[in-house]
């Protein structure tokens, strides 16, 4: 293991410069006074379905719950129960046939194409099983991708990519192409490439999907502090029962509909 994100003073450190110099801040979570956070993201009534030739195939059928803010969820279930369906509709990359599902007060189903598009932007920081990574650019490059929709200039804009670099322990392979990292590495970039317009929700499809378990116990354990130290929202689809254990809660989806909430560990 790299030692990418350990318990270190230092890479506590690089977690705070983050917040603090590139605008990373901590999100929305636990209020500390022991008030549960209001719900970010409350989905009501969620349906969607998809068309195979003339026949007409539901996913989803009348889903409803809440992902609070700050919280760490884990969707799970057996390939085609909807997992990614559902991922892909709270991130704004599908829309739902019926029902309303907001984001922290927005919502996001109402809006046009051009509104969501920008809203995604703004808002949402994808990490994806196979990285999706620009084979031509470095991972300093790769980062700095989503900052070129803001008016930052060159110089913002390498900062706050050297700054995420460093807080998932990449510091010294920001000129490397993805084809010179190892797979781990590429899921860091792209973990720092989620974070770097410091989104309201982070958006994990089978994040540890692709790696050895060691580099995925690195993965999680990065998660993780995301979660705890910036505060980030993260629901995370995965079939990995031990990814889902780093999660706050996990719930479990099979033939469209979710089963109860099972709570994993404290906030």
Known sequence: ???????????????????????????????????????????????????????????????????????????????????????????????????????????????EEAELAAWRAENVGFIFQFYNLMPVLTALENVELPLLLKNLGKAERRERAELA????????????????????????????????????LIVADEPTGDLDRESAGDILHLLQRLNDELGK?????????RAAESAHAIMHLEKGELSARQEIRPR
């Open 233 to 241: 929202t993260i629901v995370m689809v995965t079939h990995d029962q």
């Open 1 to 111: 293991m790299s030692g990418a994100v350990d318990g270190s003073a230092a890479a506590g450190s690089v977690l705070n410069a983050v917040g603090h110099q590139a605008g990373l801040g901590a999100g929305t979570g636990d209020t500390g006074s022991g008030t549960p956070a209001a719900p970010l993201i409350v989905l009501d009534n969620l349906s969607k379905s998809y068309r195979r030739g003339q026949q007409v195939v539901p996913v989803l059928e009348r889903i409803s719950f809440g992902i609070a803010a700050g919280e760490f969820l884990a969707l799970m279930g057996p390939s085609g129960s909807g997992k990614s369906t559902l991922l892909n509709l709270i991130a704004g990359i599908d829309r739902p046939d019926s029902g309303t599902l907001s984001v922290a007060g927005q919502d996001i189903a109402a809006l």
């Open 165 to 200: 670099l460093s807080m998932v322990g990449l510091a010294d392979r920001m000129d490397h192409t993805p084809n010179e990292l190892s797979g781990g590495q590429q899921q860091r970039v792209a973990i720092a490439r989620a974070l770097i317009t410091d989104p309201t």
